[in-house]
């Protein structure tokens, strides 16, 4: 793996469906984001973590849930999935702190539609 | 509250310079980026500033003024492949960043 990859690329989901978008990076990144963009609205965050074991929450978490049990791996799971759910979906890395600067590297997105 | 402004859409020539403005307001302030995104394809980071002044990186151009909230992007020697969206993206205090909506920029021949 080189970077940060996410899968699958794309996906068509029905309505209720549970789905989980997985990231993986090997940059050693300690902080991970996940976005979704939408015409007209621009990247969101809907989750983040800033270390192993610890997340947050972006500006759009509601009906999105996430985990980080390992440096590598931060899949977003959709519980039951809605139509305005139906975007494209980055993953990001940064390494934070240490007196770096947090430029984010992206994986390629996932296009979800949810019917 | 937190905001990004930037405009929705700019059109320049081939070999012409175009600068693309941006505009922020954050909870404090840890430095402002912009990013390149072209149609289908994910972001890819261009320049960061965390002081006043200009950063040059080839013909890419990026300047900071922090006491205004204002950056801009400055583009020269345009080339057809640079038609693409360029997000601004500020890092506020909790160093949490957020997006402008972008600026889709259309180079014409």
């Known amino acids: 793996i080189a970077g940060i990859t996410q899968a699958p690329t794309s996906q068509i989901l029905a309505a209720g469906r549970r789905m989980t978008l997985r990231c993986t990076q090997d940059?050693?990144?300690?902080?991970m984001y996940w976005y979704r963009q939408d015409l007209g609205l621009g990247l969101r965050l809907i989750h983040y973590?800033?270390?192993?074991?610890?997340?947050g929450k972006g500006e759009v978490p509601d009906g999105y849930s996430v985990s980080r049990a390992n440096t590598d791996d931060f899949p977003l799971t959709l519980a039951s999935a809605v139509p305005s759910q139906t975007s494209v979906y980055f993953c990001?890395?940064?390494?934070?702190?240490?007196?770096?600067?947090?430029?984010?590297?992206f994986g390629p997105g996932t296009r979800l539609t949810v019917l | 509250g937190q905001n990004i402004d930037q405009p929705t859409e700019m059109t320049a020539t081939e070999g012409a310079i175009v600068q693309i403005n941006c505009t922020y307001q954050?909870?404090?302030?840890?430095?402002l980026f912009w990013y390149q995104q072209h149609a289908g394809e994910a972001p890819t980071f261009l320049s960061y500033n965390v002081l006043d002044g200009l950063e040059e990186k080839g013909r890419f151009s990026s300047f900071l003024s922090r006491s205004k909230g204002y950056s801009y992007l400055l583009l020269k020697e345009l080339q057809m492949k640079d038609s693409a969206s360029y997000l601004c993206a500020a890092q506020g205090g909790d160093d949490k960043i957020i997006f402008g909506k972008g600026t889709r920029l259309h180079i014409l021949p």
């Open positions: 973590s800033n270390t192993a074991g610890t997340t």
């Open positions: 940059m050693r990144h300690n902080a």
């Open positions: 954050t909870s404090g302030f840890n430095g």
């Open positions: 990001a890395s940064s390494s934070i702190g240490g007196g770096s600067y947090n430029e984010q590297f």
